[in-house]
């Protein structure tokens, strides 16, 4: 899959999962964060590993970094949880620049 279609897959994975604040999923591993459900649209788990996907998460990431004006791909997982962060927000950056 493209970037794109991963990012794509990614909203359909928090419509289905759920979308959590605050770690990758919650306990259950059922409602995942923005980059869980990039994690989840690539291998099916919402927590990263050292994957053959690996490269492509990275590569999402970094673009998410670019075109939320983040400096860092760190402060991704702050955006997320942000008080106030609405899912709507988080699929927006998905579906990216229009």
């Given at each position: 899959?493209t ?5 794509l897959?990614?909203?359909e ?7 959590y ?9 059922r409602?995942v964060?923005?980059?869980?459900a990039?994690?989840c649209?690539?291998d ?19 673009e998410l970094q ?8 760190s402060?991704?997982?702050e ?13 927006a950056?998905?579906?990216g620049?229009?």
């Amino acid at each position: 899959m493209t970037n794109k279609e991963v990012r794509l897959k990614a909203i359909e994975e928090l419509e289905k999962r759920g979308w959590y604040q605050g770690s990758w999923c919650n306990a259950e591993g059922r409602n995942v964060c923005m980059m869980g459900a990039v994690s989840c649209a690539i291998d099916g788990s919402p927590i990263p590993s050292y994957f053959e996907g690996q490269a492509q998460f990275c590569s999402i990431r970094a673009e998410l970094q670019t075109e939320l004006g983040l400096e860092f791909a760190s402060d991704i997982y702050e955006w997320n949880d942000t008080t106030g962060r609405t899912l709507e927000e988080v699929k927006a950056a998905l579906r990216g620049p229009q």
